[in-house]
């Protein structure tokens, strides 16, 4: 047995011991791939119908919206780990799931005879694993690509990754001996409060290594082991990434966020001082000299064949808006002390606050909020927008100014797009789970999975843990109708065998017909906010 194939086999093993959880990642959605990859100037396959391969798919989390979703697609996920691959095949076998296939085998054993992917993705494997597999993760994308299809492949970087270098470095020593994973975790988590609190003020890293810990805190013991315990994790310059790509054959097209590779979302100073040092570089450094200048950890790079470079944009055209439907998860926020009273403020799902008076805005910002989990056309967009301009405005303005809108949205992280419209249709009489979930969760049924639930756009989402909740997600399995679950609900809250969530009981308590109903509303707005819901 070869170096390389004891640290394969290490990292099948630590897989093996500490399973990663299998969830769905947003941004490797090929329906997002596909819009992205408008915005440059390039066609994709319609996801309807295509064939997409996942490269270190775990148990298989990230494909099934994709698998469920679209019925006619095929979905195939490989993992080096056997454990994880046959918990994934046990969920697909119980949810019936036809077109979606899992394998335990190496990436650097697929060979042309596996066939053609429109789309392939590889989140979280690229630094993770030894050179050899990292040559084989490109070999892949380049043999085994659709000659229009898209390739992902996400990776840590520098300059990001310096101060958690060393973090990992102390980590690592501090670990070194244990006999059992919870034990290297555990000796591991110990040299954190070294690096946080008793570091020398004269460090010159102190500030660095002391963010790079208070990042770490907030994520779990699975992120900790397979991310900065793993017997490999290789970040390295994005222009080093598109020159390997390149090598193999292969063109850089976009990040899988553009509007994270926009200088102007870091402020003014960013943008100058980006602008007068690269502007007449090419795209690629110009993107090298923005990570240095914003410390970029993480990039998710979209690829295609090197053949299709010429026909790549400069930068996105947001023109191709105008064949596209939007989703934003948007909530109501109070209005600072001291904006102007006529402001509306927003939001937005990552936390991001948004405030406009600009009336048009609100239109697109209301409409967006009152549809999702649904989206909306560019045209439906600019038919609400139309009323608040003024009558002088052409067309053409309004289309430019519904642009702009949904412009400032993307740029802060809280707008979905998609070339086709997710399948949210309105349920009739009776809340419904979107496809799958009613199945995952009688697979469920108090255990724990090993794939997360999803939405239709592609996201991790979790179920509510409080006892509202929980009953009324189990009559929505018995497929109750909206009067059902109130009824049911009241019974369950005057006989105490559900709470209030304030605490107090209920029994004996008449007419709880107006509380039933006032818990159950909130239940299912949160749910529908989820994506849960049809």
């Known amino acids: 047995m070869t170096q390389n194939t004891e640290l394969v086999q290490a990292i099948a093993d630590a897989y093996d011991d500490t399973p990663y959880e299998s969830n769905a990642f947003a941004l490797t959605a090929p329906g997002h791939l596909r819009a992205v990859a408008a915005l440059y100037g390039l ?3 319609a996801v309807e119908n295509a064939r997409v391969l996942e490269l270190g798919c775990a148990a298989g989390g990230n494909l099934l919206p994709f698998a469920v979703a679209h019925p006619n697609a095929h979905a195939l996920g490989i993992d080096l780990s056997t454990q994880q691959i046959e918990s994934g095949q046990a969920v697909v076998k119980a949810m019936g799931l036809r077109n979606l296939e899992l394998r335990a085998m190496s990436i650097t054993d697929i060979t042309k005879d596996l066939g053609q992917f429109d789309y392939i993705i590889a989140h979280g494997v690229f630094s993770w694993v030894p050179p050899e ?23 840590n970087t520098y300059p990001g990754w310096k101060a958690s270098d060393v973090v990992r470095d102390a980590m690592i020593l501090n670990s070194y001996g244990a006999q059992t994973p919870q034990e290297r975790l555990t000796r ?20 660095a290594l002391q963010q790079a810990v208070k990042q770490l805190r907030n994520h779990s013991d699975y992120y900790l082991m397979h991310e900065h315990l793993e017997a490999v994790n290789s970040p390295c310059y994005f222009l080093e990434f598109a020159a390997a790509a390149q090598q193999a054959g292969l063109a850089y097209l976009a990040d899988a966020e553009p509007q994270s590779m926009m200088a102007s979302n870091y402020g003014d100073n960013v943008a100058v001082m980006h602008s007068a040092l690269s502007a007449d570089s090419p795209r690629e450094m110009r993107e090298q ?5 914003v ?40 209005t600072p002390a001291g904006a102007p009273s006529k402001e509306r403020h927003y939001r937005t799902q990552s936390g991001i606050g948004i405030g406009t008076s600009e009336p048009s805005f609100v239109a697109v910002a209301e409409a967006l909020r009152n549809a999702w989990p649904s989206a909306l056309s560019f045209a439906r967009l600019t038919e609400v927008a139309s009323p608040k301009v003024k009558k002088s405005t052409t067309p053409a303005e309004l289309s430019e100014l519904v642009m702009n809108h949904l412009v400032t949205l993307l740029n802060v992280s809280a ?12 349920s009739h009489g009776k809340p419904q789970w979107i496809p799958g979930v009613a199945a995952l969760r009688k697979l469920g049924n ?19 843990v409080d006892g509202i909740s929980q009953f009324v997600i189990r009559h929505i399995d018995d497929s109750a109708s909206l009067a059902d679950l109130r009824t049911r609900l009241r019974d369950a809250l ?18 709880l017909e107006p509380v039933a109903q006032t818990l159950l509303t909130s239940a299912l707005n949160f749910l529908r906010a989820q994506g849960l819901l049809i």
Not at 500 to 506: A, E, F, V, Y
């Open 133 to 155: 597999v990292r040559e084989a993760i490109l070999r892949v994308c380049r043999e085994n690509l659709a000659p229009e299809g898209i390739a992902y492949i996400s990776y």
């Open 494 to 511: 005057a006989n105490g065998e559900v709470p209030h969530p304030d605490g107090k009981s209920l029994k004996r308590v008449r007419n």
């Open 289 to 293: 000299y923005l990570d240095f200048a």
């Open 188 to 207: 591991a988590k110990d040299v954190l409060g070294m690096l946080e609190h008793g570091l020398f003020h004269g460090n010159p890293l102190r500030s």
């Open 446 to 464: 108090g255990k724990t999975l090993p794939v997360g639930h999803y939405n239709l756009w592609h996201q991790h989402v979790r179920l509510p």
């Open 43 to 45: 066609s994709a396959p």
């Open 415 to 426: 707008l979905l797009l998609r070339m086709e419209a997710p399948s949210y249709e309105a």
């Open 295 to 334: 410390g970029r950890q993480f990039r998710k790079s979209m690829l295609v064949h090197v053949e299709r470079a010429k026909d790549i944009l400069n930068a996105p055209e947001v023109n191709v808006f105008k064949n596209m439907h939007f989703g934003a998860r948007l909530t109501p926020a109070s």
